[in-house]
């Protein structure tokens, strides 16, 4: 079965830049989970979507962070402008349901900010 | 959201030794109690779970145990190993949202 599927795996910007990343869940998973980690921290969940819709995105900085999932499959993460502190690895998750159990973690999206 | 605390925050054993780290949380209606281990520059995996109805969960030298009335549960590694190092996660789930813990970086002295 193929994993959680992430791409960049490492980008560098310059502040005020734009990045995207996107993320391929497990198949059939439902319930995808974008989680920003700062270095040091645990992941802090950003946006969660059940399908194409969302469940949960009051931690989203919505002023510079977009997010879809089209088709209720794949996902992408954007940030415009970004900001030397959104500095992070972005974990991207995936469960059966929002009411599963355990979540299956993409390898990251490691992004710089200089 | 969930208020979720982790202890201790770093926790160095001998080889051999027992480990335990301490997850709290606030929202009474957690149902649903995991264990995540993240090695050095890896995504963070499942080690360990526990449901809301179960006291204590075990699974080889890994063992969670839960107090739903303290809204607290522990991880406990018996017998470390090296390749035990590694910072740990709990992520107790309120509704359908899971709230990462702090971290507890976990060094095993060989």
């Known amino acids: 079965e193929a994993g959680v599927a992430q791409s960049p795996r490492y980008k560098i910007i310059e502040k005020r830049q734009s990045v995207a990343f996107w993320c391929n869940p497990i198949?059939?998973?439902?319930?995808l989970y974008w989680y920003q980690q700062i270095l040091g921290q645990g992941p802090k969940l950003l946006i969660q979507?059940?399908?194409?819709?969302?469940?949960?995105d009051s931690q989203l900085p919505k002023d510079r962070f977009s997010a879809e999932r089209l088709k209720g499959v794949d996902s992408t993460l954007k940030i415009q402008p970004a900001k030397l502190e959104d500095s992070a690895v972005y974990l991207c998750?995936?469960?059966?349901?929002?009411?599963?159990?355990?979540?299956?973690f993409g390898e990251g999206s490691r992004l710089t900010v200089l | 959201g969930e208020n979720v605390e982790q202890h201790p925050s770093t926790l160095s054993v001998q080889e051999g030794d027992s480990a335990v780290i301490k997850c709290t949380y606030s929202d009474s209606a957690s149902n649903y109690f995991p264990w995540y281990k993240q090695e050095l520059g890896k995504r963070p995996q499942l080690i360990i779970d526990i449901r809301s109805n179960v006291g204590e969960k075990k699974d080889q030298r890994i063992a969670v145990t839960l107090n739903k009335t303290a809204k607290h549960f522990s991880l406990h590694i018996t017998e470390t190993q090296p390749e035990d190092s590694a910072v740990y996660f709990c992520a107790p789930r309120g509704g359908n949202q899971f709230y990462f813990g702090t971290g507890t970086s976990l060094t095993v002295i060989p």
């Open positions: 198949s059939g998973h439902a319930t």
């Open positions: 998750a995936s469960s059966l349901a929002s009411s599963a159990g355990e979540l299956f």
């Open positions: 979507f059940q399908n194409n819709g969302v469940v949960d």
